[in-house]
Structures are given as C-alpha cells and as structure tokens.
C-alpha cells in the first residue's frame, strides 16, 4: 500500500512569511495527525483529525497555526506569520482506528516537511 | 497527564552487544498502549515494536524487545546483537485508552551510536 505523502519535503521562508505543508493519508485511516518535531527533541502532537473532525488541537498555537482535512482525506497545515522558532521538521502520520489501544493502530509517519525560517 | 520520559540522551555500544534503551511513563490510565519508533538520520519514523498495558507477555519483533514492567512504569527496548545500522534516534511513545481524545505522546529520545 502507498504510505503517507507529503509535501513540500523542504521550505525556507523568511520571519513573517506563510507556508503551507500538505499530508495525504494511507487510504483508509481514519485519523490523521500533525506533529512538530524540533532537531534534538521529540515529536509533539500539534494537531489530531479524526475523519474531517478536530480531536485534539490543544498545544496547535492558534494565532498563527492553523490546519484543515476538508472531505476526511488529505490535510494542510499552515503557518502565518512564520516565527524563527518555527523551524522545524512537520510529521504527519494517520493510524487506521481512532483510540484503540491495540497493536494494530499503529502510527505510519510520511518523510516530513523540513521548515528552515530566516 | 501522561508524560514520557527517556533519560538517556545518548548510548554508544559495540557493535554484536546487546543494549537496552530506558523509558518510563506516567499516567493514570487502566488501558493504554506502549510504542518505540526508530528514527535514522534520513528522518523517518519507524515502528519497531507495541506493548499493550493488559499484555501478560513481553513484546518481541525479531532483535527488539520490550522489557515492560507494569508496576515500575517501564518499558524499556532491549535490541540484541546491534548491529551498525542500528545507529539511530529511538522514541518511546504512549498511547491513552480508548476515547475520542486518545493521542500518542512521544519522549525526547535516545541517539543509540553502535561502534563496529
């Protein structure tokens, strides 16, 4: 099966320019998320989409984050204005089922979109 | 809150030996699932290997395992004979119980460098 796509792989912007990151989802799996992942730390979750529904958007800073998965499928996620500590790498991944503990939910990460801001 | 925590910034091991990566959680969930991920310097996250909280049995895929110890609040990976390509960022991640606000959290992660 095709894994998760995204794109643009790579984005340099300048301070208080736009960007936008697009995720299209292994076909079938209900939930959709986005996380941040800063060099050196973990992965956090900005942003969790179950079908086009918002589950979880509690650490996504709002007034300059925002993300959308019209019809339940793909996903953008956009910065504007982008701040120097928004460089980062943008994972997206999408799991099959929404909350079940099980070993069959796993998360399937996409290569990431890599945001160096100027 | 659940919380994650690696405490290994970083492991260097020779390559054949076994090691074992630390993670120990925190939460207050009956239920909840238990994940390590593989990052290589290419970027991808990997799965490696699940552990579910009401699994009797210790999680194995091939080299990986986990060593889960319920009362402790650990769940380490223990990867045998490493090997060079082994060298990478591991995640230990958690996931809570069945609802619609489940997310998986991730911890900060242990570079794992294997020696040849």
């Known amino acids: 099966e095709a894994g998760v796509a995204q794109s643009p792989r790579y984005k340099i912007i300048e301070k208080r320019q736009s960007v936008a990151f697009w995720c299209n989802p292994i076909?079938?799996?209900?939930?959709l998320y986005w996380y941040q992942q800063i060099l050196g730390q973990g992965p956090k979750l900005l942003i969790q989409?179950?079908?086009?529904?918002?589950?979880?958007d509690s650490q996504l800073p709002k007034d300059r984050f925002s993300a959308e998965r019209l019809k339940g499928v793909d996903s953008t996620l956009k910065i504007q204005p982008a701040k120097l500590e928004d460089s980062a790498v943008y994972l997206c991944?999408?799991?099959?089922?929404?909350?079940?503990?099980?070993?069959?939910?796993?998360?399937?990460f996409g290569a990431g979109s890599r945001l160096t801001v100027l | 809150a659940q919380k994650i925590t690696q405490t290994q910034p970083g492991m260097f091991v020779q390559e054949k030996e076994a090691v074992t990566l630390d993670c120990t959680y925190d939460?207050?969930?009956?239920?909840?699932?238990l994940f390590w991920y593989k990052q290589p310097s290419s970027g991808e996250m990997i799965f490696l290997i699940y552990?579910?909280?009401?699994?009797?049995q210790n999680a194995t895929e091939g080299r990986y395992s986990l060593n889960f110890q319920k009362a402790r609040k650990s769940a380490n990976l223990v990867i045998s004979a490493s090997q060079l390509g082994d060298s990478a960022m591991y995640f230990c991640?958690?996931?809570?119980?069945?609802?619609?606000?489940?997310?998986?959290?991730f911890g900060s992660g242990t570079r794992l460098s294997i020696r040849p």
């Open positions: 991640a958690m996931r809570g119980p069945y609802s619609s606000a489940s997310k998986i959290i």
């Open positions: 076909s079938g799996h209900a939930t």
């Open positions: 552990q579910g909280s009401y699994d009797e």
């Open positions: 991944a999408s799991s099959l089922l929404v909350g079940v503990v099980s070993g069959a939910n796993v998360l399937t």
């Open positions: 989409f179950q079908n086009n529904g918002v589950v979880d």
């Open positions: 939460t207050s969930d009956q239920s909840y699932g």
